[in-house]
């Protein structure tokens, strides 16, 4: 596609359930970062696929955050037991050679846990 | 603590002022960096990287880059208020240059007052 798109564009659930987060990247881009931007802040890098698996994932905050890129191409970020400090923008990017040094950003998921 | 830091603002600046925008890194290996723009309710976009110390322009954007003092600045020119926007500094920690992630300031936020 043109760029890179996240959906939902917001999610609004409650404490306890289950939420997916969906982001297709830019056509023939191999690298996929998952980021989390909390209100005031800068990104948060989460994880990082190069391909199908994931180079590093030493972002994620504790074992409820889980992503997939089963075919190389579209991600989905898993949050399960959501909890309200769960709340922010999850930011997805893409680069077409998998150096952090050209990203290119998704309009973003706003999730909101009530 | 923080690896990135930035003054979060708000700077306000009279239409074609000069903005100053600062930031400090802690890791003294790093090798590249970034300034991304963030509209209020957008993604960030990246405006301009620097790798070497000393000065790198385009257009009205000049960013400067001390390693020895681990300083890096995003200078604006003829300021205008389509430039109010909270600015990102981003780092690749990485000696190499091959670190999958990037870690980002807090942001400052800029306002060009017309």
């Known amino acids: 596609g043109a760029g890179v798109s996240q959906t939902p564009s917001n999610k609004v659930t409650e404490k306890g359930k289950y939420v997916e987060l969906r982001c297709d990247p830019i056509?023939?881009?191999?690298?996929l970062y998952w980021y989390r931007q909390s209100l005031g802040q800068g990104p948060e890098f989460l994880i990082y696929?190069?391909?199908?698996?994931?180079?590093?994932d030493s972002g994620l905050p504790n074992d409820r955050f889980f992503a997939v890129r089963p075919e190389g191409s579209v991600s989905t970020l898993k949050i399960q037991r959501t909890e309200r400090g769960d709340s922010a923008v999850y930011l997805c990017?893409?680069?077409?050679?998998?150096?952090?040094?050209?990203?290119?950003f998704g309009a973003g998921s706003r999730l909101t846990v009530l | 603590q923080k690896e990135v830091e930035q003054n979060s603002g708000p700077l306000s600046v009279p239409e074609g002022a000069i903005a100053s925008l600062n930031c400090t890194y802690s890791?003294?290996?790093?090798?590249?960096f970034f300034w991304y723009r963030q509209y209020s309710g957008k993604s960030p976009e990246l405006i301009m990287s620097?790798?070497?110390?000393g000065d790198k322009e385009d257009g009205r954007f000049t960013a400067q880059l001390n390693k020895a003092s681990q300083y890096v600045s995003l200078l604006i020119r003829d300021s205008q208020p389509s430039d109010s926007a909270t600015y990102l500094c981003?780092?690749?920690?990485?000696?190499?240059?091959?670190?999958?992630?990037?870690?980002f300031g807090s942001g400052t936020q800029l306002t060009v007052l017309p």
């Open positions: 890791d003294r290996g790093s090798q590249s």
């Open positions: 981003a780092v690749n920690m990485s000696p190499s240059g091959s670190a999958r992630q990037l870690t």
């Open positions: 990017a893409s680069s077409p050679l998998g150096g952090a040094n050209v990203l290119t």
């Open positions: 056509s023939g881009h191999t690298a």
């Open positions: 620097i790798y070497s110390n």
């Open positions: 696929f190069q391909g199908t698996g994931a180079a590093d």
